[in-house]
């Protein structure tokens, strides 16, 4: 019986999602090369590794048995990558950076053609969701997140700090006018955050600011709200990264509302790795030169009326 590597990948990742189609796009594969490799994977080990359910793929009593010793070579085979990663000693190659979909918009990608010029054998994948991604099991090699994170055995930096403010569009304030403070949200319209983003700055300053909202929109994705906000549905809390330079929206009240801070992840293995040093270099000195922006320091506020004299 001869298994491979890949074969044990592809368990895993069923192992962990539940479905094919999630293990394929964890694997970034066709879902039929993983129905594919299962299929082989079960023939070869004369084994049905899971039962096929209306809740999923589940492991079945032989999947369960072979699962600690699949993550045993798991360990050590992405072990051996990181090792020899980190001898690169020329900045080329393929770079994976995690951040969350809209850093990556707003800030990260409209910035690497900075990079490109700089380094041109490196190529940048970039993953973006908001739940971190282990690095250990080289679901990327650098991670910027906005959390101290929590995994072992990683080196984190933070880089700076990202404010948020809270933001309508011009049509919005047009038609509905401005709200009278900034803990009064009276009878506005508000787009609100689902759970994934219930940690962030805004969500909790909507849940202790926006009771006198009106809720009309809810989402688990930044970009998906700032274009809530920005075609005027609703107004909300938006990192000042997006709502400072976005054409359509303007701060209500001056001031930020808070801030996070912007750590700058990677695993020990591939820190010495010479394109992760040149691309972790980059993002250093983008956060510096960018500070003004993600600081929310070059804000348009709307502009309220003085009160008339007596």
């Not at 539940?18 to 394929?24: D, E, F, K, T, V």
């Not at 969500?203 to 994705?221: I, K, T, Y």
Request: aromatic share 4%; hydrophobic share 40%; net charge positive.
């Amino acid at each position: 019986m001869d298994l491979v590597w890949d074969d044990l990948r592809v368990f895993l990742a069923i192992a962990r999602e539940g479905s094919l189609s999630a293990a394929a796009r964890r694997l970034s594969v066709d879902q039929s090369t993983v129905g594919r490799r299962l299929a082989a994977l079960e023939t070869t080990t004369s084994a049905r590794l899971f039962d096929r359910t209306p809740r999923g793929y589940l492991l079945t009593a032989a999947g369960e048995a072979v699962l600690p010793k699949a993550e045993e070579i798991e360990s050590a085979a992405l072990s051996v990558e990181r090792k020899l990663l980190g001898q690169d000693a020329r900045p080329e190659g393929r770079v994976r950076l995690a951040t969350s979909d809209g850093f990556a918009v707003w800030f990260v990608i409209p910035r690497l053609q900075a990079l490109r010029a700089r380094q041109p054998g490196i190529e940048i994948e970039v993953v973006t969701g908001n739940p971190p991604v282990n690095l250990a099991r080289r679901e990327a090699d650098l991670s910027l997140r906005f959390s101290k994170p929590s995994q072992p055995n990683v080196i984190a930096r933070q880089l700076g700090q990202g404010a948020w403010a809270v933001y309508g569009s011009a049509s919005y304030v047009e038609q509905r006018g401005l709200p009278q403070a900034a803990r009064k949200l009276d009878s506005h319209d508000v787009i609100d955050f689902s759970d994934d983003l219930s940690g962030t700055v805004g969500a909790r300053w909507l849940r202790d600011n926006g009771e006198r909202g009106r809720v009309v929109m809810r989402s688990d994705s930044l970009l998906s709200h700032a274009a809530a906000v920005a075609s005027g549905l609703g107004i909300s809390p938006l990192p000042c990264v997006c709502g400072d330079v976005h054409p359509q929206l303007r701060r209500l009240f001056p001031r930020t509302i808070g801030h996070h801070d912007i750590w700058l992840v990677v695993h020990p293995d591939v820190r010495t790795s010479a394109r992760v040093r040149a691309v972790m270099d980059h993002l250093t000195e983008l956060v510096a030169e960018q500070a003004p922006l993600l600081s929310g320091r070059t804000s348009r506020a709307v502009k309220r009326p003085r009160p008339t004299a007596r």
